[in-house]
DNA sequence: CCATCTTTGTGCACGCGTTCACAAAGACAT
DNA sequence: ATGTCTTTGTGAACGCGTGCACAAAGATGG
């Protein structure tokens, strides 16, 4: 297959599980607004039911980090939002480039969710001539011929594409060329990059079908014998159909 | 705790696994590529590369939607097509509200990629008396006063927040009152949710933070011995500092 | 009708992630 | 100092998800 690497195989990184990773951010946030009301400790429970997980989960989370709590009173919230900062890398900034300034890529440039995170938006870089120079966010959109230039010149290592879907793979490839290690990908499509290039991606209507199929399954059990849990019937009916004997309502 | 449910227990819906009912809408939208090629039948291993995933864990997330392949030739597109939109629930379509028509919100009305997976935006809703009833995306922007309305005149069970964080948790009890099922939520917030209803969140700082992670640690790897893996000294000087000795980094 | 070749469907083993449950650590009171 | 009480940190069991590897199914050609 010409298809090159797809998904990276869960690299253990300095044995902080993956799983681990992903939470640390839900941590941190929940942490961040304890801090911000001055709340000193917080004990386990609390915390995982701020974070919305259980506590010894989160405990067992925190145990991969250190022993950052003291037994009988709890975790001291500055010090653990220090601990998982820098666990995370956010004790340096993050320059950002974004690519693809649409609907998507401006409300992205406006969102205030980064800088205060520790992400800087660096550049927004898009192929419509007609937008090169606008102002989006109070930041001069450039045209895509200065991508690499741009990557190169701001040291910039995290990529975000928003562009269409058919653009997507160019788009990383000229991104992954100029530098650039870790990918958001907005456009729905597998992207392939060489290894050492991490790509996580965003799909929300991937997340609407998830959130339909179990919305189907509620229906169908409370309708219970109302027509026979859902379609069977079709699924009965279990052979491949000739030529065109698939139903016609077809999505997607 | 006060705190309600808040992540469903994993509910095994039907014998078919999560894990793969999260990867059916990537197989959707790789057949319906081919679909549109009129690609007739494909193997596993040629969806699997177009998919990005594995070719025996594609074969068995098949497997528990039925024998839908023909060994020594593969699966039949337009059939499997069919399968997956079915077992999905996006045979039928769903009407879905947006609440918080700002950058964000306004962003998701105007994305085509709704309605062509079987989605349709119903209404727009925003809590801004300015709003009201301009139009967004060719659709007039409702007030939240109408939000039971809305919902139950339309028969909506998905709801998608793009609120502020602030005012997430509110518009959500509001929206589950009203007898919302499913929620997509974009705020950085954690949703409490009566059992039943289903909450999925997209958080993109966390995405960004959790390559963060991994872009340190791939740059600690290439440094090696630069500082020695990143920052051991603090953690080496391990002990909660008794007031204020947390370094002034402090991102988030 | 038989042989060959392709590709599915799945049994099985393994590793990761989750959760329970508890011993040990330490705070705090007496 | 001693006891009590709270809460951490983790060993161990379990379940889910993944991927290998192969037998069986069926297509295709002679
Ligand atoms: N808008 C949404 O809410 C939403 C939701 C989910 C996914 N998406 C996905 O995000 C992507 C962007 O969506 P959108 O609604 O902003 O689309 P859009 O059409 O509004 O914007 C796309 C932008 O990308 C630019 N572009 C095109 N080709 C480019 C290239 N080769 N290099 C650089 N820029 C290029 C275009 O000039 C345009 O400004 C799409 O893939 C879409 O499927 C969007
Ligand atoms: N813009 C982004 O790219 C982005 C990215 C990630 C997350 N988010 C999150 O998405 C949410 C929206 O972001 P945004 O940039 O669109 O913000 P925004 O301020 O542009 O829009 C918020 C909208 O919600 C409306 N609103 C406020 N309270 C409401 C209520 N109680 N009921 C109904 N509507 C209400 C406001 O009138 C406004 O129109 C935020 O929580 C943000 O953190 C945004």
Redesign the pocket.
């Given at each position: 297959m010409a298809t090159g690497r797809t998904h990276r195989p869960?690299t253990?990184s300095r044995g902080i599980?993956?799983?681990?990773v992903a939470r640390l951010p839900l941590y941190l946030r929940a942490l961040t607004a304890l801090s911000e009301r001055s709340v000193p400790t917080v004990?386990?429970?609390e915390l995982a039911a701020a974070a919305g997980v259980?506590?010894?989960?989160l405990?067992?989370d925190?145990?991969y980090l250190g022993?950052?709590?003291?037994?009988?009173?709890?975790?001291d919230v500055e010090y653990l939002v220090y601990q998982i900062s820098r666990e995370l890398g956010l004790t340096q900034d993050w320059p950002v480039v974004i690519v693809g300034i649409g609907n998507l890529g401006a409300a992205l440039a406006n969102y205030g969710g980064f800088a205060s995170r520790g992400f800087r938006v660096a550049a927004l870089i898009d192929a419509d001539p007609a937008m090169a120079g606008k102002p989006v966010a109070g930041m001069p959109v450039q045209h895509t011929d200065d991508l690499e230039r741009i990557i190169s010149d701001n040291g910039v290592s995290i990529g975000v594409i928003a562009t269409p879907a058919g653009a997507a793979q160019q788009v990383c490839d000229r991104l992954v060329a100029a530098g650039i290690t870790s990918i958001l990908n907005f456009a729905p499509t597998v992207l392939s990059v060489p290894d050492g290039v991490d790509v996580r991606k965003v799909d929300l209507s991937i997340e609407l079908q998830i959130l339909a199929f179990h919305e189907q399954r509620k229906a169908g059990e409370d309708a219970a014998a109302d027509d026979g849990t859902a379609a069977p019937a079709v699924a009965k009916d279990h052979r491949k159909g000739p030529d065109g004997d698939v139903p016609a309502v077809m999505p997607a």
């Open positions: 869960a253990r599980p993956e799983a681990t004990s386990s429970e259980n506590s010894a989960k405990r067992k925190f145990s022993s950052y709590g003291t037994r009988g009173v709890g975790y």
